[in-house]
């Protein structure tokens, strides 16, 4: 079985970091994550998902010497869900990365129309892109423009 999880995105905010009783330290930030796709009407809309992430010991350490609001990281490590009482002894649940591995991208915030963090997902530019590319392969090979992957308009996906 496995339980990883791999995210690219950007600090919500410094890490806030505790050193414990015990010498443990932690530290603890947000990253968003940002998906861009086409909605039914063919405009483009993007969604924004915050993530929890918890570092602890010498990547606690890295993480307050080296992260920013704002910078662009790789975060690799497990999915973990913990529950507490909160001071009017509501059960409370949480979900957060326990992360094993980070790394800063470098160029940091993904500026609009540049590539850079979180290029996995298509952006409007793409499509300006690809319309181009697409009107200058049509007019020089004179054949029709090539079919989505498998055969399949964006309707018929299975989800």
Request: no cysteine.
């Given at each position: 079985m496995?339980?990883?999880v791999i995210l690219i995105g950007n600090l919500g905010r410094d890490p806030e970091v505790r050193r414990l009783e015990n010498g443990a330290v932690v530290a603890k930030f947000p990253i968003a994550t940002n998906e861009n796709y086409k909605d039914k009407s063919g405009?483009?809309?993007?969604?924004t998902e915050w993530h929890d992430i918890v570092v602890w010991r010498n990547l606690a350490e890295r993480a307050e010497s080296t992260?920013?609001?704002?910078m662009g990281v790789y975060v690799e490590g497990k999915l973990t869900h913990r529950s507490?009482?909160?001071?009017d002894g509501n059960t409370r649940y949480t979900t957060?990365?326990?992360g094993s591995y980070?790394?800063?991208i470098s160029g940091g915030r993904r500026e609009e129309g540049s590539g850079g963090a979180g290029g996995y997902?298509?952006?409007p530019e793409d499509e300006v892109r690809l319309s181009a590319q697409n009107e200058s392969n049509k007019g020089a090979s004179g054949s029709m423009p090539a079919e989505?992957?498998?055969?399949?308009a964006d309707d018929d996906l299975p989800f």
């Open positions: 496995v339980n990883r405009e483009w809309q993007s969604q992260l920013k609001k704002g507490w009482q909160d001071q957060e990365v326990v980070f790394r800063i997902f298509p952006s989505e992957p498998g055969g399949a």
